[in-house]
């Protein structure tokens, strides 16, 4: 079977995500999706825009994630924004369930990539959001590292 140089390059990152809150734990989930889906991602045309996650039933759904419908799908295609469930282990759904039951708490996506295996994969983290004081401290300590790889550089 020939390899795919094309599986291991996908990266879909949710930029906003580290900005607008503060990391508590991390954890890597598979994803159902039909093959349309899977295709499209393949492609790199997907986005976590707006994208957050629910425990129900204990299971975990990610909500508005954005998948492109496939450009040679037929009548099959899916639809771009529907519910698509994620596959943790219990133990992980418990932490997940009993985390997000916290006011100020809630599980966003970080980031959406193939692994080596070909697999589509989720990096889900529970967060806390940030006041506006703390973002303001996130732009004035990157603006600061930014200044310092100037300085050294020159």
């Known amino acids: 079977m020939a390899k795919n140089s094309n599986k291991t390059n996908v990266n879909i990152k949710n930029r906003r ?3 607008d809150y503060e990391i508590i734990s991390t954890y890597t989930a598979g994803m159902v999706l039909t093959g349309t889906e899977i295709k499209s991602l393949r ?39 529907r519910d698509r469930k994620l596959l943790l282990n219990k133990k992980e759904i418990a932490d997940i369930e009993k ?14 990539f193939i ?27 990157r603006d600061d590292k930014r200044d310092m790889q100037r300085a050294m550089k020159r």
């Open 17 to 19: 995500a580290t900005f």
């Open 43 to 81: 492609l790199g045309k997907a986005g976590l825009t707006d994208t957050y996650c629910i425990t129900q039933n204990r299971e975990v759904w990610l909500k508005n994630m954005y998948i492109a419908e496939y450009s040679y799908g037929s009548y099959n295609n899916h639809y771009t924004h």
């Open 99 to 112: 985390a997000s039951a916290q006011p100020g708490y809630s599980v966003v996506p970080l980031r959406v």
């Open 115 to 141: 692994n080596e295996r070909g697999l589509a994969k989720i990096v889900i983290a529970v967060a806390r959001g940030k006041k506006q004081f703390d973002k303001r401290q996130s732009i004035k300590e």
